[in-house]
């Protein structure tokens, strides 16, 4: 069973960007334009991509919008999520993409069962890779679980939606930057 999930995301990742999911980027340049708007907020949210959520929560200086956002995302059922590039314009509703993510991560899949997933969910696919590369499966499966539950409130928005909304009250506002 370990050396399967580690077969897992990769025969995922190997399968979803020789298919063209991963390669499209369409995702990914409509987020990096909605974060052109706000300088910091971008650099917060490469830093966490790069450095991780909890290295960045713990280790940002106090007041600084790279400690907003980490610490705002952190407290969020799904903030976890930012990590997937793309996740800022992700249009999938929060509770389909999390019972998609834990059909694909609980499951023994074989190489036939991924053209399913892979109709059905490049984005959860993704969205389970990253979890399981950061955490591995079984701890994966368990923030999984924990984000099912404590996401009830906002089960039916949009992540992307949800996650923008986040991020907005960290926003630099122009008289603040022509103080400093």
């Not at 830093?47 to 407290?75: F, H, K, M, P």
């Not at 994966?140 to 939606?161: E, H, N, P, R, V």
Request: proline share 2%; glycine share 6%; aromatic share 4%.
């Amino acid at each position: 069973m370990k050396s399967l999930s580690f077969l897992v995301p990769a025969t995922l990742s190997f399968l979803l960007t020789s298919c063209g999911y991963l390669a499209g980027d369409e995702k990914q340049q409509l987020e990096q334009a909605w974060l052109a708007k706000d300088q910091q907020l971008q650099q917060a949210v490469e830093q966490i991509r790069t450095q991780g959520l909890e290295a960045v929560a713990n280790g940002a200086e106090a007041g600084t919008v790279a400690s907003c956002v980490a610490t705002t995302l952190v407290a969020d059922p799904v903030g976890r999520l930012i990590s997937v590039e793309g996740a800022l314009v992700e249009s999938a509703k929060v509770s389909q993409l999390l019972a998609d993510l834990q059909q694909v991560m609980e499951q023994d899949v074989s190489l036939e069962q991924m053209a399913g997933f892979l109709q059905r969910g490049a984005d959860a696919a993704l969205y389970a890779k990253t979890l399981i590369e950061q955490q591995g499966l079984e701890q994966a499966l368990q923030t999984l679980k924990q984000m099912a539950i404590a996401s009830q409130q906002f089960a039916q928005q949009d992540l992307g939606a949800h996650l923008q909304q986040l991020l907005s009250t960290c926003h630099t506002k122009p008289a603040e930057n022509s103080e400093a």
